[in-house]
C-alpha cells in the first residue's frame, strides 16, 4: 500500500528556507494529488498547500508568498520551500495524498517532522 | 476564504456516552466536509468524507451529517480508543481545517 516519509532538517534559522521533501513509496506520484500540512506546538492543523499531479498548485493565502511546492516524478517526491522562516514556522509538517476522484479528503498521511525555526 | 468552526473546543465525556462534535462553515459548500481524528504524537486519520460516507476500516459508531453550512459529527458510543482531537475540514474550495474538538475522559 502506498506509504509517505517526510524529511529535511529539523533545525532552520530564522529568514532561511526551509525545505522538506516526501518520499511516496508503494505507488506512482503521478497518478494521484499530494498536499503539505502543518501544526505548531499544542495548535491545531493548518493547511499549506498542494500539487495536482498535472503539476498545477495553489497555496494557502496566508503562506502564499513564501510556498512553493513541486514535484519530482523521478524520484517519487514532492518537495516544500517555505521562505523566510520566523519562529512562527515552528511546527510539525506532515505530508498527504489526496484522493481526488472519489472522496476528495486527505486519505494516507506521512508521521509528521519536526521543524524549528531558532538561531 | 472559508472559514471553519467547530463546537466546542474541547469536551469530557464516559465511556459508552454518545458525543456529537459540531462544525460551521463561513459559507456554504454542500457536503464538501471531512473529518479526521487525531492521537498525541501521531499524524490524523481520516474518519469520513463527503460529511456522511464512512472511511474503510472505520467503526460503525462514527457517523456524520448535514450539508451547506452546518455539520455534525456523533460517535453512538464512546469507547477508550475514541479520546482524541477531532478535526472538520472543508474541500469545497481548496482546504481548510477546523480548530480541533479535544474528547477528553470524564
Known amino acids: 500500500q502506498v506509504q509517505l516519509q517526510e524529511s529535511g532538517p529539523g533545525l532552520v534559522k530564522p529568514s532561511e528556507t526551509l525545505s522538506l521533501t516526501c518520499t511516496v513509496s508503494?505507488?506512482?506520484?503521478?497518478?494521484?494529488?499530494w498536499s503539505w500540512t502543518r501544526q505548531p506546538p499544542g495548535k491545531g492543523l493548518e493547511w499549506i498547500g498542494y500539487?495536482?499531479?498535472?503539476?498545477?498548485?495553489n497555496y494557502a493565502p496566508s503562506l502564499k508568498s513564501r510556498v512553493t511546492i513541486f514535484l519530482d516524478t523521478s524520484k517519487n517526491q514532492f518537495s516544500l520551500k517555505l521562505s523566510s522562516v520566523t519562529a512562527a514556522d515552528t511546527a510539525v509538517y506532515y505530508c498527504?495524498?489526496?484522493?481526488?476522484?472519489?472522496?476528495?479528503?486527505?486519505?494516507?498521511w506521512g508521521q509528521g517532522t519536526m521543524v524549528t525555526v531558532s538561531s | 476564504d472559508i472559514q471553519m468552526t467547530q463546537s466546542p473546543s474541547s469536551l469530557s465525556a464516559s465511556v459508552g456516552d454518545r458525543v456529537t462534535i459540531t462544525c460551521r462553515a463561513s459559507?456554504?459548500?454542500?457536503?464538501?466536509l471531512n473529518w479526521y481524528q487525531q492521537k498525541p504524537g501521531k499524524a490524523p486519520k481520516l474518519l469520513m468524507y463527503?460529511?456522511?460516507s464512512l472511511q474503510s476500516g472505520v467503526p460503525t459508531r462514527f457517523s456524520g451529517s448535514g450539508s451547506g453550512t452546518d455539520f455534525t459529527l456523533t460517535i453512538s458510543s464512546l469507547q477508550p480508543e475514541d479520546f482524541a482531537t477531532y478535526y472538520c475540514?472543508?474541500?469545497?474550495?481548496?482546504?481548510?481545517f477546523g480548530q480541533g474538538t479535544k474528547v477528553e475522559i470524564k
Open positions: 500539487i495536482y499531479d498535472s503539476g498545477s498548485t
Open positions: 463527503a460529511a456522511s
Open positions: 498527504a495524498r489526496i484522493e481526488m476522484t472519489t472522496i476528495r479528503a486527505f486519505d494516507i
Open positions: 459559507q456554504s459548500i454542500s457536503t464538501y
Open positions: 508503494g505507488g506512482s506520484i503521478s497518478r494521484n494529488s
Open positions: 475540514q472543508q474541500s469545497y474550495s481548496a482546504w481548510t
